[in-house]
């Protein structure tokens, strides 16, 4: 294990035992030895293709003398604006009607989107720069090392895929009439993060789970 490993546990041990206000001294923690586990990230990205109809309505402004207008074979009729409200306008020097029109618009969309799904398949963060620096370079020789210690995603691939694809569906308004879609996954990896776990526990025997990430060195 390295060496920094072992400072980051001494230094932070303590934070998993207690209060703010009242710590354990570091010489009543005991740490067991760590041990390294590879847990898998796996990275989806896809494009979304969607056709669809909407309803919506505009609001257009028309002379005062204006009762119907015309649009097509359908015909829209001016709001009453008689009594008070009518009275109203003319007393601000307002001229214009308001005409609302009922339309259907037909529409499309283009998007693309990816997510990390960690090892039990939930939506993570990923804040590591996949680079020449941060990739094992006999990754397939470092899995087989460490084949009892790798913890994979719990969820098939079908499943993973579901994932972006409503995350693409929650994109666009349920209120939409879709008359076309494409889904396409663009990009699909399997990244196995190294971590470093341990049991530490008190004078009392309680127990705390100890993980560091072996990439940046971050307590988790």
């Known amino acids: 294990m390295p060496q920094d490993i072992t400072e980051i546990l001494n230094a932070k041990k303590t934070s998993l035992f207690g209060s703010a206000l009242r710590r354990p001294k570091p010489d009543e923690i005991t740490i067991e030895n760590p041990q390294l586990f590879l847990e898998q990230v796996i990275l989806v990205s896809g494009n979304y293709d969607v056709n669809f109809n909407r309803n919506v309505s505009y609001t257009v402004k028309v002379n005062s003398d204006v009762k119907e207008v015309t649009i097509g074979n359908e015909k829209f009729p001016i709001a009453d604006n008689s009594g008070v409200w009518k009275k109203m306008k003319q007393g601000m020097g307002i001229t214009k009607q308001e005409l609302k029109i009922n339309v259907t618009e037909r529409a499309v969309k283009y998007s693309t989107d990816s997510l990390y799904l960690d090892n039990h398949g939930l939506e993570t963060d990923f804040p590591y720069s996949i680079n020449s620096e941060s990739i ?5 020789r470092a899995l087989d090392i460490n ?21 693409f569906k929650d994109s666009v308004s349920s209120d939409i009439e879709i008359k076309q879609e494409d889904f396409v996954i663009t990009e699909f990896l399997e990244i196995f993060v190294p971590i470093y776990e341990t049991e530490c526990y008190d004078k009392k025997r309680k127990v705390a789970i100890a993980r560091i990430d072996a990439v940046t060195g971050t307590f988790l």
């Open 136 to 140: 094992e370079n006999y990754a397939q």
């Open 147 to 167: 084949s009892e210690h790798i913890r994979k995603n719990e969820i098939d691939d079908d499943e993973i895929f579901s994932k972006l694809g409503q995350r």
